[in-house]
């Protein structure tokens, strides 16, 4: 059986791809249900322009209510990116500003930046996840 929804999400099985393109790259999350005698779960990948990237899973051992099947797994992967770009990228902000500590108003401040270098590619990363995770 196959179905279309008309906003981008293909369901094939127990498999589904969600499809954005963001600033002129197509994401791509392809979930997948699995299940052994004692659980199951979800998984997703992330591909990015065709690349993969990430995966992340999720096991449940009792029934569970999401508002459409696969939307915690994706939402977990999407969410563990934006984490791990954000502190690479305050990272990479302190070390070339030569900051120890980064006070809440210039951590805002940092990450409202075009920023320059190998910290505008990061940046441009940790908004496209951003923007991704609120399509979920």
């Known amino acids: 059986m196959l179905q279309i929804s008309t906003d981008m ?5 127990k498999i589904m791809k969600h499809t954005r393109t963001i600033n002129g790259r197509t994401y791509d999350i392809i979930s997948r249900g699995w299940s052994t ?7 997703s990948e992330l591909y990015i322009d065709g690349n993969f990237v990430e995966e992340g899973k999720v096991r449940y051992y009792n029934r569970t209510w999401e508002s459409y099947q696969f939307r915690t797994c994706m939402q977990n992967l999407i969410w563990g990116l934006i984490e791990r770009t954000e502190k690479k990228f305050l990272d990479q902000y302190k070390k070339d500003n030569d900051i120890k500590r980064l006070t809440a108003s210039r ?13 505008k590619v990061i940046l441009r990363n940790y908004k496209d996840f951003k923007k991704m995770y609120k399509t979920i």
């Open 107 to 119: 951590k805002e401040e940092a990450l409202k930046s075009e920023g320059e270098g190998i910290q």
């Open 9 to 13: 999400n293909l369901i094939i099985n």
């Open 37 to 43: 005698s004692r659980s199951w779960g979800h998984k």
